[in-house]
């Protein structure tokens, strides 16, 4: 089998498996073939004749099999691509988005040459706070999560970039566990915040092997997770500037519960796709 044929045959298995549109089936098989032979996407069509091993034939119709079951390709080859770097991620870790990207470049925007601290809340594959240190270097970086599997992940990429983030196992959700986290300038989060009610309505790539716990939310209360990370705010002597992804249906939401909760200076900002991404405020605190 050339590459070429491969390439061509696994795009239609890719397609035929309705997981996929086109595009995307042409994105997922250029990558699985670039991890296979090491060829970007300009050297497989200058070698597109190239003829595929017995054993590279063997491994691309493997991964070919799981993607066709709608296994995410960054879960089949064990990496992703976020702020320019390479990640570790398993199926303990959401892969990351490119949305996420514009929440850190909000902070690095305002604070890239301040001294100041920084906790990322639910870092799972700590590509946040890790982006955040490698950005700002001068900075001290918290990372928490209440997972140990996905804290593992997150070791991992720093120890791959270097950088000394310390991190927390901890649950933000129980106040109990909220004076034994450090008092930082910055908290940055992309808290779960999708409803079960619209689970249904996703691409199985997400629902059904993306980690639940780290999207979805009940439909009763479906701001859980921004209410407990204000409260926490709220529960600390040192006044805080919050950096938060939203979803794009309840901006506004959000913006009232910061409001009643006392935090100023409120923003919304829009991602690439002009959707409602993200949310900035400021925190002091009160007698």
């Known amino acids: 089998m050339t590459l070429r044929e491969a390439l061509e045959e696994g795009k239609q298995h890719l397609i035929n498996s309705h997981h996929y549109d086109m595009r995307e089936a042409r994105i997922v098989c250029e990558w699985l073939m670039e991890a296979l032979v090491g060829w970007n996407k300009t050297q497989q069509l200058l070698h597109d004749n190239y003829a595929l091993s017995a054993s590279q034939e063997q491994q691309w119709n493997q991964w070919l099999q799981r993607a066709e079951q709608g296994e995410p390709v960054q ?9 320019g770097m390479e990640w570790k991620v398993t199926p303990d870790v959401l892969i990351p988005r490119p949305e996420t990207e514009q929440l850190v470049h909000w902070v690095i925007e305002n604070h890239q040459h301040d001294c100041v601290s920084i906790l990322d809340i639910g870092t799972g594959s700590g590509c946040i706070a890790i982006s955040l240190q490698q950005q700002m270097p001068q900075a001290k970086v918290y990372a928490l999560d209440v997972d140990e599997k996905a804290l593992q992940v997150a070791r991992e990429n720093a120890i791959r970039h270097q950088s000394p983030v310390s ?5 933000i959700l129980s106040p109990s566990t909220w004076k034994e986290l450090p008092e930082t300038d910055i908290i940055v989060s992309n808290p779960p915040y999708v ?6 309505q996703m691409p199985i790539r997400v629902s059904r092997y993306e980690p639940a716990r780290a999207l979805f939310v009940h439909d009763q209360d479906p701001l859980l997770f921004y209410r407990a990370i204000a409260r926490f ?4 002597k040192k006044p805080a500037e919050l950096y ?3 979803h794009e249906e309840r901006a506004e939401e959000v913006a009232d519960l910061l409001q009643a909760a006392k935090f100023s200076s ?5 991602d690439w796709f002009g959707k ?3 949310i900035k405020a400021a925190y002091f605190s009160h007698p």
């Open 266 to 270: 409120i923003e919304i900002r829009k």
């Open 167 to 171: 991190f927390i196992q901890a649950d």
């Open 276 to 278: 409602n991404r993200m």
């Open 75 to 83: 879960y089949i080859l064990g990496k992703a691509w976020f702020c």
């Open 195 to 200: 409803s079960m009610a619209e689970r249904k």
């Open 244 to 246: 938060l992804e939203i």
């Open 233 to 236: 705010i709220q529960s600390r």
